[in-house]
């Protein structure tokens, strides 16, 4: 039964409920599904970003055989989704992870060499938490920044705009009461609140959220989703900048929120193939117990090498000589890019041997597949 409070007619209460329910369809429909930040603000906030979409805007560059964001304190390598090249000062979007507060048999990252992360970040052991992350599925967007500053680009490039004086415009989202940032930073007063604006928020202190026709409630999320202009100058004492406002007052929702310019997308990687064999092709006099290595010009998925080798003689079968070789186990060490073959017993003498790898090999991370593939050679006495 609905008991209507002293004062207030059906008719008004209906009002305030389907305004009530209005409110959190909107910030139920408004929840970004990124996060814009500096990559200083990542390696501060691990816990916070793990596993969440993010974008931030930074250089990348090689780390040995991988790539990084450029002049991180800490290492935050990047794994592209389509190989792109990163033009300077684009935007790297992609899911964070914090590789320590990872089980390295986690199915879900059955196509990450971690082996050629933790050869570049930890002397190849296994790093502790808040150490050495990484950006996958990662793919890039030019990212100019705008002529009138936004809170997107606040929280992209903090340092071009600290002790600088802004005016932004963003939802009203309380004490960070939707988690739109991480806590400690900007939490100074208390009425301190975030603004948040597409995938992008900030905290804005100094200033009551109050003002003609408002009067905001920092810890109530049914006062949320307003929007607000704040006018004061950026600050930074950490990772994180906020604004120290100046004024407030009631603003309408901006007609665009942000510009994205896809760049055109990139070649494929290059198939790999095999650069180096031993025994090499044709050789006459090969060792019969010997390890046979073949070795491959990209990183390959070693899962995908199982029951894909295969190892016969050729010509006719001596008198008295098995018909098979011997069995043999085949491991690939991915540091090397190679597979090696031990026999469990020598080869016959001065048999032609047939190496095949068949269809189905695949390249790590962007699963392109290795063409047809046979050595042959010949064992001496």
Same mark, same amino acid.
């Given at each position: ?19 009530v329910c209005t409110v959190g369809t909107t ?13 200083? @603000? %990542?390696?501060? =906030? &691990?816990?916070?970003?793990? $596993? +969440?979409?993010?974008? #931030? ?5 090689? !780390? ?15 794994f592209w989704r389509d190989s792109p090249m ?66 997107? @680009? %606040?929280?992209? =490039? &903090?340092?071009?705009?600290? $002790? +600088?004086?802004?005016? #932004? ?5 309380? !004490? ?92 494929? =990687? &290059? ?111």
């Amino acid at each position: 039964m609905l008991t209507v409070p002293k004062g207030l007619t059906v008719i008004k209460l209906l009002s305030v409920l389907c305004t009530v329910c209005t409110v959190g369809t909107t910030l139920s429909a408004q929840a970004p599904t990124r996060l814009a930040t500096s990559p200083e @603000a %990542l390696i501060a =906030a &691990p816990v916070f970003f793990h $596993g +969440k979409q993010i974008a #931030v805007r930074s250089d990348v560059e090689p !780390a040995g055989p991988l790539m990084r964001l450029a002049g991180t304190a800490k290492p935050v390598f990047v794994f592209w989704r389509d190989s792109p090249m990163a033009p300077r000062n684009s935007e790297v979007r992609g899911e964070f992870w914090d590789v320590g507060r990872l089980e390295r048999g986690d199915s879900r990252f059955s196509n990450v060499n971690f082996q050629a992360i933790l050869d570049a970040a930890s002397n190849g052991q296994w790093p502790p938490r808040d150490q050495v992350f990484m950006i996958l599925g990662a793919s890039t967007v030019e990212s100019p920044l705008p002529a009138e500053p936004t809170i997107r @680009a %606040l929280a992209l =490039a &903090p340092d071009r705009y600290v $002790g +600088k004086g802004v005016t #932004v415009t963003g939802r009203f989202r309380g !004490a960070n009461l939707y988690a739109d940032l991480p806590m400690g930073a900007g939490t100074k007063g208390r009425w301190d609140f975030v603004l948040q604006s597409a995938d992008s928020a900030i905290w804005v202190t100094g200033v009551r959220p109050r003002g003609r026709g408002f009067d905001l409630d920092v810890n109530s999320r049914l006062d949320t989703g307003r929007w607000l202009q704040v006018a004061g100058t950026v600050r930074r004492s950490g990772p994180l900048a906020w604004i120290e406002a100046t004024s407030i007052a009631e603003a309408t929702a901006p007609t665009e929120t942000t510009v994205e310019i896809a760049l055109p997308p990139p070649p494929p =990687a &290059p198939a790999p193939e095999v650069v180096f064999s031993a025994p090499t092709p044709g050789e006459t006099d090969a060792d019969r117990a010997g390890t046979i290595r073949i070795q491959f010009s990209r990183d390959m998925d070693p899962k995908t090498f199982r029951d894909k080798v295969r190892i016969s003689y050729t010509g006719p079968t001596p008198q008295g000589a098995a018909a098979t070789p011997p069995a043999f186990t085949a491991r690939y060490i991915e540091g090397n890019r190679a597979l090696e073959i031990k026999l469990s017993a020598p080869l016959d003498r001065y048999r032609t041997v047939k190496v095949e790898l068949l269809e189905g090999i695949m390249s790590n991370l962007d699963n392109q597949p290795l063409g047809p593939y046979s050595l042959t050679f010949t064992t001496g006495g």
